[in-house]
Every structure is written in C-alpha cells, then in structure tokens.
C-alpha cells in the first residue's frame, strides 16, 4: 500500500471516531433536553393545578365572609348592647355609699333577684 492510502485510510478512521463521538454526544444531549422538557411540562401541569386549587379556595373564602356577614353584624350589634349595659353599671351609684363590701352585697343580692326572675324562679 502506498502511503497515501494509509494516510486516507486513517484519516478516514479517525472521521469515523470523531463522527462516533459526535453521534454520542448529540444523542446524550438529545436525552438531557428530553428530560428537561418533560420536567418543564410536569411543573407546568403542577403549577396550573395549585393555581386552579388557589382559585377554587379563593372562591370558597369569598362565599364564606359573604356568609358570615349577617352573623358578624349580629355580634357587633350585641357587643353594643352589652358596651351600653356596661357603661350603665360602671356609671351606676353605689348601693350603700362610702361601704364598697355593703354595696357589693345589695348589688349581688339585687342581680341574684333579676337572674331569678329571668329563669321564672328556678
């Protein structure tokens, strides 16, 4: 064989090695955008879920402050009721001025009275 030959003939073997590898590497590469692209769609697929979670929590969270709004206005006005009854009693005389104890007495005696009278004497 003459040197050309040989020349060409590892020229063209070396080709092939470094085809080989491209090839390789290329289909290794291929597989890695694969992966990443089925990854990217399986956190896409999950976020579009929790987004549609979130917008149905939203929604239920809304429909539940709607709801509560009458009882929410139904405790607001019996708190005023019972700030107005306490500012009454905070405002009241003593029942026996100058004894705190004689006062506190009549005042217990006086609220068993009304309690009584309230549950019909039970």
Do not use: F
Not at 28 to 40: Q, S
Not at 49 to 78: F, H, M, W
């Amino acid at each position: 064989m003459n040197s050309i030959t040989i020349a060409i003939g590892v020229l063209l073997a070396t080709s092939m090695a470094g085809n080989a590898y491209l090839y390789s590497a290329l289909g290794d590469a291929r597989d890695r955008a694969t992966r990443a692209d089925t990854g990217r769609a399986t956190a896409v697929a999950a976020a579009q879920t929790c987004s549609n979670y979130v917008g149905k929590l939203s929604d239920a969270a809304k429909q539940r402050a709607e709801a509560a709004k009458p009882l929410i206005e139904a405790a607001r006005a019996k708190a005023d009721l019972a700030n107005i009854a306490a500012d009454a009693e905070i405002q009241r005389a003593p029942a026996v001025p100058g004894d705190a104890c004689a006062s506190a007495e009549a005042e217990n005696r006086e609220w068993l009275q009304k309690r009584r009278e309230a549950n019909h004497g039970r």
